[in-house]
């Protein structure tokens, strides 16, 4: 069997990265993508390799030579590399191509070896490699039968994101014949070329191929294995990700914050968001107004406002809405100078963007605290900022000692800051709430923050509000904050959120019962104890093993995301830690993948 790679294109869209050098010569982790596609080939029965060049095609040459791991290479000049497409690259390759069986795939991919075993030793002659359609994914997409049979080559013009449940996209790689090269691949090849041109695309010779009744060409759709195709720099990004090395994998995704919904695979415990909500009708909702919120400006702060106290039961001039909640705690922190204790280990956006923060360490082994350290705290310093329930560790503060506090701090003119972004998953949370317009008339030194991302599931939406009784403050805050901070699909949701009460409190039910579970499944394993909670996360004591051991240990072994906390503020390098809770399926993988662990470490 031969191997046919056309690598004459330029590359264009990768910019720095192929100003000297054609595609097939970037680098992902040190090594190039030719490389690790002959590297691959090199393990198999492959008579040799063409290799069709335009582009630099003197470096790939002089890079690669005539062999490699003994097995030959032949060039083949695509002259006019930067006025054709790959059709043009396959036929002038047409000649050799019917010589052998042959194996065809883009010099831009990278892919897991598997693929090739797989390919080589499956029964049918004519095959393409596809997998799944997911939304990274970008070019031509195929429709098959259960016969395995490709029935549709579907072309980015022709693509309907309504059907992309049905949709398989071809991987670039695939497995031909002799015979069907020589009697029905070439010819039409021929055919195409002379009529259409030489600025098309091979695939579009497939697409007619598969209008025979002959139906020669099957797909093997991929059960997981890795692969990824680098057309630009992002590509590069997200293939430097998904092919890391198992020392630098966590490393690599921690530092991107988010956007894992490139990641397929990976399952994350670091992040809280509810799990239940929005559910499909609210869903359902957005994506019918979805096309004219795109369109559409959405409305200044005072209309985000009235839409906000609508949904908390407060005045408007009492809340202001932001991009997130850190948006806010950033704009207030410009506003509060005083000095202000703050307990630690806590969510450590506070002390960073404030001024005058006096972080008090708890030295008990749960960091828990009560009404009276409050009071305490408060004693030595202007004010408090208290986030409840805290996190990374559950500890909640109950509504009823919350009034009292709230009196206490009037009584001494102190400031008091709450962070609720979690009390709707403690017991009684959606009662335990001071976002309304008697507490916070209670007293003007009272500030309430919440994040809306976190517990009603919308964390790409973006959305936070603040409220408080001190009118100039609020309105000081709005006019701090741009005139369009919050996008039209934030918008809406205020405007819909209202007819979902009932929906969300049975998701935030759901959360606390999951919670209990994984609880009482984490006290079982001898690497973890766990800490009573009453957010949607467990902080966990590590034993036997470090943290951050066991957070590798999760990525590389099972693509679980969860969050270190040892270098955290108050933890003094101790090894715990916090792990969210989502839904009962992905919990259970987490507890499984834990029990493994322990099976191996014990």
């Not at 490709?150 to 071809?170: C, G, M, W």
């Not at 509810?274 to 096309?291: A, L, Q």
């Not at 605290?369 to 909640?396: H, R, T």
């Not at 699909?489 to 959360?511: R, V």
Request: proline letters at 3%; a negative charge.
């Amino acid at each position: 069997m031969q191997v046919l790679i056309p690598a004459a294109g330029m590359g264009n869209r990768l910019g720095k990265y192929t100003n000297d050098k054609t595609k097939c010569m970037v680098s992902v982790h040190e090594v190039t993508l030719i490389e690790r596609c002959l590297n691959i080939l090199s393990k198999y029965n492959i008579s040799r390799i063409i290799l069709v060049v335009g582009y630099q095609k003197e470096n790939l040459k002089k890079f690669l030579g005539n062999q490699y791991n003994e097995i030959e290479i032949i060039y083949i000049d695509n002259d006019i590399y930067d006025k054709t497409n790959n059709i043009y690259s396959i036929y002038l390759a047409k000649d050799e191509l019917i010589k052998d069986d042959t194996i065809l795939l883009e010099s831009d991919l990278i892919f897991e070896e598997k693929i090739i075993e797989n390919l080589i030793s499956n029964q049918f002659p004519n095959i393409a490699v596809v997998d799944k359609y997911q939304p990274w994914m970008d070019g031509t997409v195929v429709e098959i039968n259960n016969n395995f049979d490709i029935v549709n080559f579907v072309p980015k013009k022709d693509f309907e994101f309504n059907k992309s449940d049905l949709y398989y996209k071809t991987v670039n790689i695939y497995k031909f014949s002799k015979e069907f090269l020589e009697n029905t691949y070439v010819p039409f090849l021929e055919a195409y070329s002379k009529a259409l041109g030489q600025n098309e695309y091979y695939e579009q010779v497939l697409r007619v191929i598969t209008l025979l009744e002959t139906q020669e060409l099957k797909a093997l759709p991929l059960q997981g294995e890795k692969w990824y195709e680098i057309d630009d720099a992002q590509d590069l990004d997200n293939a430097n990700v998904i092919f890391a090395p198992e020392k630098e994998k966590l490393s690599l995704l921690s530092r991107r914050y988010g956007g894992y919904w490139r990641y397929s695979d990976i399952i994350d415990f670091c992040y809280l968001v509810n799990p239940y909500f929005p559910n499909k009708t609210f869903m359902g909702e957005m994506k019918n107004s979805f096309d004219t919120l795109v369109r559409e400006y959405p409305s200044g702060a005072n209309v985000q406002s009235l839409l906000a106290a609508k949904m908390f039961k407060c005045n408007p001039d009492q809340i202001a809405v932001g991009n997130g909640a850190a948006e806010l705690i950033d704009t207030l922190a410009q506003y509060k100078n005083e000095k202000l204790g703050l307990f630690i280990p806590t969510f450590e956006e506070y002390s960073s963007r404030f001024k005058s923060v006096t972080l008090k360490k708890l030295n008990n082994s749960n960091f828990s605290y009560n009404k009276n350290d409050i009071i305490n705290l408060a004693q030595e310093n202007d004010g408090v900022i208290l986030i409840n329930p805290d996190n990374p560790s559950g500890n909640f503060i109950p509504y009823k000692d919350l009034l009292e506090l709230i009196n206490w701090f009037k009584i001494n003119k102190k400031t008091f800051i709450v962070d609720e972004s979690f009390v709707d998953f403690a017991e009684n949370g959606l009662n335990s709430t001071l976002m309304k317009e008697e507490i916070l008339n209670m007293y003007s030194g009272l500030i309430v923050i919440k994040s809306i991302s976190k517990s009603y599931g919308v964390p790409g939406i973006r959305l936070g509000v603040i409220a408080s009784s001190n009118i100039e403050l609020i309105s000081a805050i709005k006019k701090s904050i741009p005139v369009w901070n919050i996008n039209s699909l934030g918008e809406f949701f205020f405007q819909i959120i209202g007819k979902y009460e009932k929906i969300y409190s049975s998701a935030c039910n759901q959360i606390i019962a999951e919670r209990n579970s994984l609880f009482t499944a984490l006290e079982k394993n001898k690497l973890l104890t766990p800490i009573n909670s009453q957010a949607n996360y467990i902080l966990c004591k590590v034993n036997l093993i470090s943290s951050s051991m066991l957070i590798e240990m999760l990525c590389n072994g099972y693509n679980i995301l969860a969050k270190d906390c040892s270098e955290k503020k108050g933890f003094d390098g101790q090894s715990y830690v916090r792990l969210a809770v989502r839904n009962t399926i992905d919990n259970q993988y987490l507890i499984d993948s834990l029990l493994d662990i322990e099976s191996k470490v014990v």
